[in-house]
């Protein structure tokens, strides 16, 4: 259980990398603008809120993957406890988009369903 919620946690900051690199890098891009359903006059409106945005993910999935390091190394509590942060805080914050933003669903499940899935494998390894 403790290694698929390993790959699953994984899984999730690569996930919040690529989302970093659409809101920090390619926000004003074609095919940025179509995932996010943002026409080129929103985008250039939003550049700056996107691009701060953009970096809470990148965090997330750096803070998870060092939590992912420490654990490699044997530092079990740190590093879970920084996979629950950086996962947990995914989850959180997809939770906020789908309550505040409901039209955005797909994008708010897309983004925790990963995390989710990561907090209840570890979940379920704490308590057994």
Do not use: C
């Not at 699953?8 to 390619?26: D, K, N, P, Q």
């Not at 700056?48 to 509590?77: D, K, M, P, R, S």
Request: aromatic residues 12%.
């Amino acid at each position: 259980m403790i290694y698929a919620g390993l790959i699953v946690a994984a899984l999730a900051a690569l996930l919040h990398v690529y989302i970093w690199v659409m809101e920090s890098l390619t926000w004003t891009s074609p095919r940025t603008m179509a995932t996010f359903g943002t026409t080129e006059e929103q985008a250039l409106a939003t550049k700056e809120l996107a691009f701060n945005q953009g970096f809470y993910n990148l965090f997330l999935a750096v803070v998870t993957f060092v939590g992912i390091v420490f654990y490699g190394f044997e530092h079990v509590g740190v590093g879970l406890a920084l996979i629950f942060a950086g996962t947990g805080s995914m989850l959180a914050a997809a939770l906020v988009l789908l309550v505040s933003s409901p039209d955005k669903a797909r994008a708010a499940i897309t983004q925790g369903i990963l995390p989710l899935i990561a907090v209840v494998l570890f979940g379920i390894e704490l308590a057994t």
